[in-house]
């Protein structure tokens, strides 16, 4: 059992590992679209965000997932983001 608990920890370390590239590679574009939105409404885009949430549900059952822990992981996932463009719109309108 031990030995089948181990190589599940490692598959979803390998799999850890390729989510966090892929957050980065998404994070990049995320300040990319910071810079180009105009004010704080533009940031928090509550309707985008719905639109994403419908969108990755839809994803997650075409997977076999759940869809309501990929919900969760990306409303917490995208309240992080939203956090970071804001903190960076501070930033330029400190420059």
Avoid: N
């Amino acid at each position: 059992m031990d030995a089948d608990l181990t190589e599940v920890r490692q598959a979803i370390d390998a799999i850890d590992a390729e989510v966090v590239r892929r957050l980065a590679a998404r994070e990049q574009l995320v300040r990319r679209a910071a810079a180009l939105k105009t004010d704080e409404q533009a940031v928090r885009a509550p309707a985008r965000v719905e639109e994403v949430i419908a969108r990755v549900r839809g994803l997650a059952v075409a997977a076999g997932g759940s869809p309501e822990v990929v919900e969760r992981v990306y409303r917490a996932m995208i309240s992080a983001f939203i956090d970071l463009e804001l903190a960076e719109r501070r930033d330029l309108a400190d420059d």
